[in-house]
């Protein structure tokens, strides 16, 4: 044996050091969105830089960038503890290790602090943050001091931005719970370019994207085909609150005299807080032979409002806004996202199961089980009808129970109806007004009822419907045909027999047909064309059912 002593394994520092490195450059400066002093109108915004791709990032220490956003200025702030002069040219592993073992190193020639020399510190040390920012963000304004960033806000509130927009719904969060202090109103706004106060405004909103988004749609100003929607936040005052606010006034009026400067809070007063909550964009294109095709380009929700619930709201109004239009013949968007998607399939599919489609109107074989009765509630409730015919005809006095309560039904229907018109005729101003918007609601129901008459659908079975039967639909629904082949496999899901295996057969071919047809462009081995197709199919199975469970309990 050899009695030689053992060599000590040499632990190379430089390892831990880098690997100390690696993780500062893995870290990622992110400032999130608040709202800081200065009104609604300003936003901070989250500047993602990594320290692999900007080397300089590396020299300081506890380094925070954030930029204050309105329509008219940019305040631009700045802030670390210790950086390295940029003439030095030390390794960050050394640099590190400096500071970790805080060893008496004279910082006078390398490093710069706040105490020491502040025009270097702006100079040196400013001037290339500064250099890779200002190329994102508009070179007029740019302002570093607060003092003047908060008076050039104040000048803006006072401006009014922007109140001239059309609007288009009300409503507030959470829906399940009643309407309380906590409860959040929005309200959503379509503007067109020509709307806006002023071209500052309008740029912001596309910087806006720019920051957000990846690969945004930007337009140019005065563009004639361009909509934007806008999601605001407002405080909800609430009639009890009202009611109550009118009381104190009739008291304070009979005493001193002060209920005359005080005002009563409405629900939605002039002097309302409106906070920018979230921005869309749709422009049209030309649809042969004639009409519009228009296009969502763009959808965002600002992280503090992304929810579901408010997701769903916001795009429900969107699509509200063209149906109106008879000009646009088609809605389709080249949003690509899945949350995008998925808000989107649930409107469409309860747009289709408003007009009843997709509703299996030949006999399939679970109607055929409830026509013989082998189900229970359908024999209870045959029972039951037979005893009350039975009970009607028994009496004497009548002449049939069935007749008199059809009559009696058909009077009370009658009386309804004199009501409602005598209602309508009564109202002077306010009644008028509701009474005519009433009428050109039931003449637009009417109007949809004859385009599905006219347009001659016929009857179809689920794995029998055809092209032409989809064109026919896109052209009463406006939906695309692409979509509407998504919603009928949707509710062929939700009415789908498992124990019949041929079914289930054409259902697959059908939704993987459609997925291939969607994902043409991505290049994938024809090896694991197979595997790939069914990772797709259970994954849209998946979503089906999530689509489903959201629009029952709506």
Same mark, same amino acid.
């Given at each position: 044996?050899?009695?030689?002593?053992?060599?000590?394994?040499?632990?190379?520092?430089?390892?831990?050091?880098?690997?100390?490195?690696?993780?500062?450059?893995?870290?990622?400066?992110?400032?999130?969105?608040?709202?800081?002093?200065?009104?609604?109108?300003?936003?901070?915004?989250?500047?993602?830089?990594?320290?692999?791709?900007?080397?300089?990032?590396?020299?300081?220490?506890?380094? =925070?960038? =954030?930029?204050?956003? =309105?329509?008219?200025?940019?305040?631009?702030?700045?802030?670390?503890?210790?950086?390295?002069?940029?003439?030095?040219?030390?390794?960050?592993?050394?640099?590190?290790?400096?500071?970790?073992n805080k060893k008496n190193v004279k910082f006078d020639d390398?490093?710069?602090?706040?105490?020491?020399?502040?025009?270097?510190?702006?100079?040196?040390?400013?001037?290339?943050?500064?250099?890779? !920012?200002?190329?994102?963000?508009?070179?007029?304004?740019?302002?570093?001091?607060?003092?003047?960033?908060?008076?050039?806000?104040?000048?803006?509130?006072?401006?009014?931005?922007?109140?001239?927009?059309?609007?288009?719904?009300?409503?507030?969060?959470?829906?399940?719970?009643?309407?309380?202090?906590?409860?959040?109103?929005?309200?959503?706004?379509?503007?067109?370019?020509?709307?806006?106060?002023?071209?500052?405004?309008?740029?912001?909103?596309?910087?806006?994207? =720019?920051?957000?988004?990846?690969?945004?749609?930007?337009?140019?100003?005065?563009?004639?085909?361009?909509?934007?929607?806008?999601?605001?936040?407002?405080?909800?005052?609430?009639?009890?609150?009202?009611?109550?606010?009118?009381?104190?006034?009739?008291?304070?009026?009979?005493?001193?005299?002060?209920?005359?400067?005080?005002?009563?809070k409405s629900k939605f007063t002039p002097k309302q807080k409106?906070?920018?909550?979230?921005?869309?964009?749709?422009?049209?294109?030309?649809?042969?032979?004639?009409?519009?095709?228009?296009?969502?380009?763009?959808?965002?929700?600002?992280?503090?409002?992304?929810?579901?619930?408010?997701?769903?709201?916001?795009?429900?109004?969107?699509?509200? %806004?063209?149906?109106?239009?008879?000009?646009?013949?088609?809605?389709?968007? %080249?949003?690509?996202?899945?949350?995008?998607?998925? !808000?989107?399939?649930?409107? %469409?599919?309860?747009?289709?199961?408003?007009?009843?489609?997709?509703?299996?109107?030949?006999?399939?074989?679970?109607?055929?089980?409830?026509?013989?009765?082998?189900?229970?509630?359908?024999?209870?409730?045959?029972?039951?009808?037979?005893?009350?015919?039975?009970?009607?005809?028994?009496?004497?006095?009548?002449?049939?129970?069935?007749?008199?309560?059809?009559?009696?039904?058909?009077?009370?229907?009658?009386?309804?109806?004199?009501?409602?018109?005598?209602?309508?005729?009564?109202?002077?101003?306010?009644?008028?007004?509701?009474?005519?918007?009433?009428?050109?609601?039931?003449?637009?129901?009417?109007?949809?009822?004859?385009?599905?008459?006219?347009?001659?659908?016929?009857?179809?079975?689920?794995?029998?419907?055809?092209?032409?039967?989809?064109?026919?639909?896109s052209f009463v629904s406006k939906l695309s045909e692409n979509?509407?082949?998504?919603?009928?496999?949707?509710?062929?899901?939700?009415?789908?027999?498992?124990?019949?295996?041929?079914?289930?057969?054409?259902?697959?071919?059908?939704?993987?047909?459609?997925?291939?047809?969607?994902?043409?462009?991505?290049?994938?081995?024809?090896?694991?064309?197979?595997?790939?197709?069914?990772?797709?199919?259970?994954?849209?199975?998946?979503?089906?059912?999530?689509?489903?469970?959201?629009?029952?309990?709506?």
């Amino acid at each position: 044996m050899d009695n030689s002593p053992t060599k000590k394994r040499r632990i190379n520092p430089n390892t831990v050091n880098r690997r100390a490195d690696l993780q500062q450059k893995r870290k990622k400066i992110m400032l999130h969105q608040t709202m800081p002093v200065g009104g609604s109108n300003v936003f901070r915004l989250p500047l993602r830089m990594v320290t692999g791709e900007w080397d300089f990032l590396s020299k300081y220490k506890n380094l =925070s960038v =954030s930029l204050h956003f =309105s329509p008219l200025c940019r305040y631009l702030f700045i802030r670390f503890d210790k950086g390295l002069h940029p003439k030095t040219n030390w390794n960050t592993h050394q640099k590190m290790n400096l500071i970790q073992n805080k060893k008496n190193v004279k910082f006078d020639d390398t490093f710069l602090t706040k105490k020491k020399s502040i025009k270097g510190f702006k100079k040196l040390k400013v001037k290339k943050i500064y250099e890779k !920012i200002t190329p994102l963000i508009p070179k007029n304004r740019i302002l570093f001091s607060e003092k003047q960033f908060l008076v050039e806000t104040k000048k803006e509130i006072s401006a009014k931005w922007p109140h001239q927009g059309e609007t288009l719904t009300r409503y507030a969060l959470p829906f399940d719970k009643p309407i309380s202090k906590t409860s959040q109103a929005f309200r959503v706004v379509a503007f067109k370019t020509t709307d806006f106060p002023s071209k500052a405004y309008f740029y912001m909103l596309q910087q806006l994207l =720019s920051w957000f988004l990846i690969n945004p749609k930007l337009y140019t100003y005065n563009s004639e085909q361009l909509r934007i929607y806008l999601l605001f936040e407002c405080k909800l005052y609430l009639e009890d609150q009202q009611s109550v606010n009118e009381g104190k006034n009739k008291n304070k009026s009979k005493g001193k005299g002060k209920g005359k400067n005080h005002k009563t809070k409405s629900k939605f007063t002039p002097k309302q807080k409106m906070v920018l909550a979230g921005i869309s964009t749709s422009s049209r294109y030309f649809r042969f032979p004639k009409g519009y095709r228009l296009r969502f380009e763009n959808f965002l929700i600002f992280p503090p409002y992304r929810t579901q619930e408010n997701e769903y709201k916001f795009l429900e109004a969107i699509y509200k %806004d063209p149906f109106n239009d008879e000009s646009v013949a088609e809605i389709t968007s %080249d949003i690509t996202t899945t949350s995008f998607s998925f !808000i989107r399939s649930q409107i %469409d599919l309860r747009i289709c199961w408003y007009f009843d489609w997709f509703k299996s109107q030949k006999k399939s074989v679970t109607d055929k089980k409830m026509a013989t009765g082998t189900n229970d509630k359908n024999k209870e409730i045959k029972e039951n009808k037979e005893k009350e015919k039975e009970k009607g005809k028994g009496k004497g006095k009548g002449k049939g129970k069935g007749k008199g309560d059809g009559k009696k039904e058909k009077e009370e229907e009658i009386e309804i109806e004199k009501e409602k018109e005598k209602e309508k005729g009564k109202g002077k101003g306010k009644g008028k007004g509701d009474g005519e918007k009433d009428r050109a609601d039931e003449e637009k129901e009417i109007e949809k009822v004859k385009k599905i008459i006219t347009s001659n659908i016929p009857k179809f079975d689920f794995g029998e419907i055809t092209k032409e039967i989809i064109q026919k639909m896109s052209f009463v629904s406006k939906l695309s045909e692409n979509q509407l082949l998504k919603c009928y496999q949707i509710s062929w899901f939700n009415q789908l027999d498992m124990s019949d295996s041929e079914m289930i057969r054409k259902f697959r071919l059908c939704v993987k047909k459609r997925l291939h047809v969607e994902n043409a462009h991505f290049l994938y081995p024809p090896c694991n064309r197979k595997e790939w197709l069914e990772e797709m199919y259970r994954m849209e199975v998946e979503q089906f059912i999530l689509i489903l469970k959201r629009c029952k309990r709506k």
